[in-house]
T-cell receptor, first 110, second 114 residues
Framework: GQSLEQPSEVTAVEGAIVQINCTYQ??????LSWYQQHDGGAPTFLSY????GLEETGRFSSFLSRSDSYGYLLLQELQMKDSASYFC???????????FGAGTRLFVKA | DSGVTQTPKHLITATGQRVTLRCSPR?????VYWYQQSLDQGLQFLIQ???????AKGNILERFSAQQFPDLHSELNLSSLELGDSALYFC?????????????FGSGTRLTVV
């Protein structure tokens, strides 16, 4: 079977840094993705990690450790508009399907 | 506009009925994916098509079926609808068949079964 675990909720202050962790168990692993979804909206792709290490894209960074089956999304200089749900997602071996975690709801306070 | 078009945006129907959800992928994308999102839940993978062929299947109910047509648009058919089928249904597309560059999602079809 396969499962992904991430915190259900995280609250942070505007301008701060927040880290959303994700651990996964899967019979086959190809890569880890992160998506953002605002209420009532469509998920939007943020990042993809296939190899160990940190990938940086503007204020967002994503990290992967394949040996620990662990990754995180780091959001810096938080803005109110970052309030949304964030999903980690595992792309399975063969790369034909992406399994999503239950999502972490991020609340950014002024 | 993400480039992935889903119709209709909203659908209200009665239990036992059958509905068809339609998705047009972003221009140039060959892979189409269907996901179900129930209230405050994650995205449940249903099925993937690549260039007209089924490539991967998730926990898709037998009452549900899908296909991808030669023009690459896809349809998700839901039959014998139950109250629990009420959800947001998303279609996504990607360029490479493995989706390593991420998926582009449509705005979804909100299905309400009454």
């Amino acid at each position: 079977g396969q499962s992904l675990e991430q915190p259900s909720e995280v609250t942070a202050v505007e301008g701060a840094i927040v880290q959303i962790n994700c651990t996964y168990q899967t019979s086959g692993f190809y890569g880890l993705s992160w998506y953002q979804q605002h209420d009532g909206g469509a998920p939007t792709f943020l990042s993809y990690n296939a190899l160990d290490g940190l990938e940086e894209t503007g204020r967002f960074s994503s990290f992967l450790s394949r040996s620990d089956s662990y990754g995180y999304l780091l959001l810096q200089e938080l803005q109110m508009k970052d309030s949304a749900s964030y999903f980690c997602a595992v792309l399975n071996t063969g790369g034909f399907k992406t399994i999503f975690g239950a999502g972490t709801r991020l609340f950014v306070k002024a | 506009d993400s480039g992935v078009t889903q119709t209709p945006k909203h659908l209200i129907t009665a239990t036992g009925q059958r509905v068809t959800l339609r998705c047009s992928p972003r221009s140039g994308d060959l892979s189409v994916y269907w996901y179900q999102q129930s209230l405050d839940q994650g995205l449940q993978f249903l099925i993937q098509y690549y260039n007209g062929e089924e490539r991967a299947k998730g926990n898709i109910l037998e009452r549900f079926s899908a296909q991808q047509f030669p023009d690459l648009h896809s349809e998700l058919n839901l039959s014998s609808l139950e109250l629990g089928d009420s959800a947001l249904y998303f279609c996504a597309s990607s360029v490479p068949r493995t989706g390593t560059a991420g998926y582009t999602f449509g705005s979804g079809t909100r299905l309400t079964v009454v």
